[in-house]
C-alpha cells in the first residue's frame, strides 16, 4: 500500500512562485514514476508534470504540459521518497486544486488511469 500526501498550496499574486510537496509512504519501493495533475472548477483533471526513474536509479526523467513549459519545474528526492513542484511566474490560468500521484507502472506517461495512489489535493490560487 501507498500514501500520498501533498503539501505547500496556497494564495499568489500573479507573477509570483510557489512550491509544493509530495510525500510518498508505504511500499514507496514499487513506486517507480510521480506527477503532479491539476483541476480547475468545471474542467476537467490535466497533467502537468511528471517524473520516472529506473528502480534503485539516481536519475529520472521529466515531463512537462506545454502549458507549464519553462514555468514550472519537477524535481525527485528518492531519500526523502519525496517530489516537489516548483511553480514560478503563476498565471491565472493556474488556478487549480493540484494533485499528487503515483505508479508502479514505469511508462504512465500523462494517463491519470495508470497512477494508482493519489493524493488530496492542496488548493492554490492565483490572483491579478
Known amino acids: 500500500q501507498v500514501q500520498v500526501v501533498e503539501s505547500g498550496g496556497g494564495p499568489v499574486h500573479a507573477g509570483g512562485s510557489l512550491s509544493l510537496s509530495c510525500a510518498a509512504s508505504?511500499?514507496?519501493?514499487?513506486?517507480?514514476?510521480m506527477a503532479w495533475f491539476r483541476q480547475a472548477p468545471g474542467k476537467e483533471r490535466e497533467f502537468v508534470a511528471g517524473?520516472?526513474?529506473?528502480?534503485?536509479?539516481?536519475?529520472?526523467?521529466?515531463d512537462y504540459a506545454d502549458s507549464v513549459k519553462d514555468r514550472f519545474s519537477i524535481t525527485r528526492d528518492n531519500a526523502k521518497n519525496m517530489v516537489s513542484l516548483q511553480m514560478n511566474s503563476l498565471e491565472s490560468e493556474d488556478t487549480a486544486v493540484y494533485y499528487c500521484?503515483?505508479?508502479?507502472?514505469?511508462?504512465?506517461?500523462?494517463?491519470?488511469?495508470?497512477?494508482?495512489?493519489w493524493g488530496q489535493g492542496t488548493q492554490v490560487t492565483v490572483s491579478y
Open positions: 517524473c520516472r526513474w529506473i528502480p534503485r536509479g539516481t536519475s529520472y526523467t521529466t
Open positions: 508505504g511500499r514507496t519501493f514499487t513506486i517507480y514514476s
Open positions: 500521484a503515483a505508479s508502479s507502472f514505469t511508462l504512465p506517461g500523462r494517463t491519470s488511469q495508470r497512477y494508482q495512489y
